[in-house]
């Protein structure tokens, strides 16, 4: 059985765009794009795991809002359980730190990005609520 990590994923919305990261070489899956965020430390709610995840990779502040999606993706040595939530952006503009590259991508392109296969489920469900 793989072992399982608890992950968060900020869908930050500015409009009718959504902020992507791309994972950089030195990171598992390099290149694929995901919802910035990260893994939920013992103790920590996943929002509180999410707001300091956006503190040490984009050096931003946000206000975490409504829950969009829990998916399950089972990879070649981890499981990983990511819990994504709209967010809205209070303090700084997101700043590279660990990813090669960020984008504030149209709702309508979303699909044209090359996602980790965790994040699908979510970036479904923001498709269908933001262009609604």
Same mark, same amino acid.
């Given at each position: 059985? @793989? ?5 968060? +994923?900020?869908? =930050? ?24 965020? +990260?893994? &939920?430390?013992? +103790?920590?709610?996943? #929002?509180? /795991?999410? %707001?300091? #995840?956006?503190?040490?990779? =984009? ?10 999606? @829990?998916?399950?993706?089972? $990879? ?9 939530? $709209?967010?809205?952006?209070?303090? +700084?503009?997101?700043? =590279? ?11 309508? #392109?979303?699909?044209?990005? @090359?996602?980790?296969? %965790? *994040? &699908? ?7 269908? *609520?933001?262009? /609604?």
């Amino acid at each position: 059985m @793989n072992k399982q990590i608890k992950v968060v +994923g900020a869908v =930050l919305v500015d409009g009718q765009t959504v902020l992507a990261a791309r994972r950089s070489e030195q990171m598992s899956l390099p290149g694929m794009w995901e919802f910035p965020g +990260g893994k &939920i430390e013992p +103790g920590e709610t996943p #929002e509180e /795991a999410l %707001a300091r #995840e956006l503190v040490e990779e =984009l050096e931003c502040t946000a206000e975490i809002g409504e829950h969009v999606e @829990n998916s399950v993706y089972e $990879y070649e040595r981890i499981t990983v359980s990511l819990a994504t939530y $709209y967010c809205t952006l209070l303090e +700084g503009t997101p700043r =590279l730190t660990e990813h090669s590259e960020i984008r504030w991508v149209p709702v309508a #392109e979303l699909r044209e990005l @090359n996602w980790a296969p %965790a *994040d &699908i489920p979510a970036v479904e469900r923001v498709i269908q *609520d933001l262009q /609604a």
